[in-house]
């Protein structure tokens, strides 16, 4: 039997890889280079659209607990994260290119996986797994729109802009993670100055003045309006930085811009506020500047971003904007294994059904692979345990809600999982994560 997969980002390149790991045929159809989104620059697999990070790898983190049960469930993805990983202190972010090319090598390397590029205006009758992302347009787009859940179920996101390393000013910015947390030397740690600290961070420091004058610039700013019959909708942890500043002064001095943890070593002292940037490659040549989603105009961008101390010079590799997000209302629309009620031989994962991230997304594409793979194969497949990051945000996609209940996107979060027993409340969020690690074997070895 050959099973359909519509779309190669995380949730599409990982259920492909699963279904065919699991020994059946699968067509893997991707609409790039025939047709591009707003978002997507390269033909490649995996292309990640946003940030290069996918968040913290500490185990006892809501992302590093996530990924630690996505590595023991074989994801192939993550695997290709672990292979691509850059600096970045705790978290795990990737080289996006080499990643997105590991990935496309290994699917279209697989003997059981049949790459087709070209856009699907229909859906098959067999089996099919619809992770095309919300950025889905055309003919599944109108699907979408008509049948689960109309226009109102969308939000608004944002990419931040790269910067050439060579172009950073190191008289101005210096290396160091929080808290020097993991920080350790690399190469051109140096900088060109010969006084910056060490870490996976570039930090650009600003004084209350310089802090201001950036805040009411941002403020002023021209900025990238949604249309007028939308309301701007956008997702708290991909909050533009002109809609934080706009809701108060401090706001992003509390938000991407907070100095806490922070050191400057030309003067011993934390700083009013910082800009921190991240690795884009390897090779350390690009920097992503964290938390700096925007949807201001690209002129605006670069007339206000080099006001801050360091990228005075900056060259803008890739500029900051902003794309509207589509998804479904996945608890009344969708069943137990993510089928959609109407047409039970049509199943969704990713970012459609209401998870917001790479490794979410990831997640629920092995999550869909699986409980198919037992459902052809005539057995059965009990889902993750709720305990699970696995299994709270299955049962966030799933599970029945009150009619006052409104549905949206969410990361992975310790709020997702049913709180311990007792009144013990230290260290809650590690003795949760053991509990997972443990629900987790045992439900593995359930499954053989």
């Known amino acids: 039997m050959r099973i359909t997969v519509v779309g190669g980002g995380m949730a599409g390149s990982e259920a492909a890889w699963?279904?065919?790991?699991?020994?059946?045929?699968?067509?893997?159809?991707?609409?790039?280079?025939?047709?591009?989104?707003?978002?997507?620059?390269?033909?490649?697999?995996?292309?990640?659209?946003?940030?290069?990070?996918?968040?913290?790898?500490?185990?006892?983190?809501?992302?590093?607990?996530?990924?630690?049960?996505?590595?023991?469930?074989?994801?192939?993805?993550?695997?290709?994260?672990?292979?691509?990983?850059?600096?970045?202190?705790?978290?795990?972010?990737?080289?996006?290119?080499?990643f997105a090319r590991a990935?496309?090598?290994?699917?279209?390397?697989?003997?059981?996986?049949?790459?087709?590029?070209?856009?699907?205006d229909e859906l098959p009758d067999g089996p099919v797994i619809v992770c095309t992302g919300p950025l889905t347009e055309g003919a599944l787009g109108e699907v979408i729109r008509a049948e689960l859940g109309g226009d109102r179920m969308y939000f608004y996101d944002a990419i931040a802009p790269i910067v050439a390393t060579e172009s950073i000013d190191w008289d101005f910015a210096f290396k160091q993670s929080r808290w020097d947390k993991d920080s350790k030397p690399?190469?051109?740690?140096?900088?060109?100055?010969?006084?910056?600290?060490?870490?996976?961070?570039?930090?650009?420091?600003?004084?209350?003045?310089?802090?201001?004058?950036?805040?009411?610039?941002?403020?002023?700013?021209?900025?990238?309006?949604?249309?007028?019959?939308?309301?701007?909708r956008y997702f708290e942890s991909c909050m533009p930085i002109e809609v934080m500043a706009e809701r108060g002064p401090e706001t992003l001095r509390f938000g991407p811009m907070r100095p806490i943890g922070l050191r400057d070593p030309r003067t011993g002292h934390r700083p009013w506020a910082v800009v921190q940037l991240r690795p884009e490659n390897k090779y350390l040549t690009a920097y992503n500047l964290v938390g700096f989603q925007t949807r201001l105009a690209y002129p605006e961008q670069q007339r206000i971003f080099q006001m801050i101390p360091?990228?005075?010079?900056?060259?803008?590799?890739?500029?900051?904007?902003?794309?509207?997000?589509?998804?479904?209302?996945?608890?009344?629309?969708?069943?137990?294994?993510?089928?959609?009620?109407?047409?039970?031989?049509?199943?969704?994962?990713?970012?459609?059904?209401?998870?917001?991230?790479?490794?979410?997304?990831?997640?629920?594409?092995?999550?869909?692979?699986?409980?198919?793979?037992?459902?052809l194969?005539?057995?059965?497949?009990?889902?993750?345990?709720?305990?699970?990051?696995?299994?709270?945000?299955?049962?966030?996609?799933?599970?029945?809600?009150?009619?006052?209940?409104?549905?949206?996107?969410?990361?992975?979060n310790y709020g997702l999982l049913p709180p311990l027993p007792g009144s013990r409340k230290d260290n809650r969020k590690q003795r949760m994560a053991v509990r997972a690690r443990e629900q987790l074997a045992t439900w593995l070895a359930a499954r053989g």
């Open 377 to 412: 194969r005539g057995t059965t497949q009990a889902p993750p345990p709720p305990e699970t990051m696995l299994g709270g945000l299955y049962l966030h996609v799933t599970a029945p809600r009150e009619p006052k209940y409104k549905y949206g996107p969410t990361n992975v």
């Open 186 to 232: 690399q190469p051109g740690d140096e900088g060109g100055s010969g006084d910056v600290g060490v870490g996976d961070y570039v930090n650009c420091p600003l004084t209350k003045i310089q802090y201001e004058e950036f805040v009411a610039a941002v403020n002023a700013g021209r900025k990238v309006l949604p249309h007028e019959f939308e309301e701007p």
């Open 103 to 120: 990935i496309t090598e290994r699917l279209a390397l697989h003997p059981r996986i049949r790459i087709e590029r070209r856009r699907l």
């Open 18 to 98: 699963q279904l065919a790991e699991a020994g059946f045929d699968v067509t893997l159809v991707e609409m790039k280079p025939c047709a591009m989104s707003p978002a997507h620059q390269t033909p490649l697999l995996g292309e990640l659209v946003c940030s290069n990070s996918l968040r913290s790898d500490d185990p006892d983190a809501p992302a590093g607990l996530l990924k630690q049960e996505l590595r023991a469930c074989g994801s192939m993805v993550i695997a290709c994260a672990d292979q691509h990983r850059v600096p970045a202190g705790q978290a795990l972010a990737v080289e996006r290119f080499g």
């Open 310 to 375: 360091g990228l005075q010079k900056a060259e803008f590799l890739r500029y900051g904007s902003i794309h509207r997000n589509t998804y479904i209302d996945a608890p009344s629309r969708l069943g137990t294994s993510f089928e959609l009620r109407s047409r039970p031989n049509v199943r969704f994962a990713g970012l459609l059904t209401g998870v917001e991230g790479y490794i979410e997304s990831c997640a629920m594409g092995l999550v869909v692979a699986w409980l198919l793979v037992a459902e």
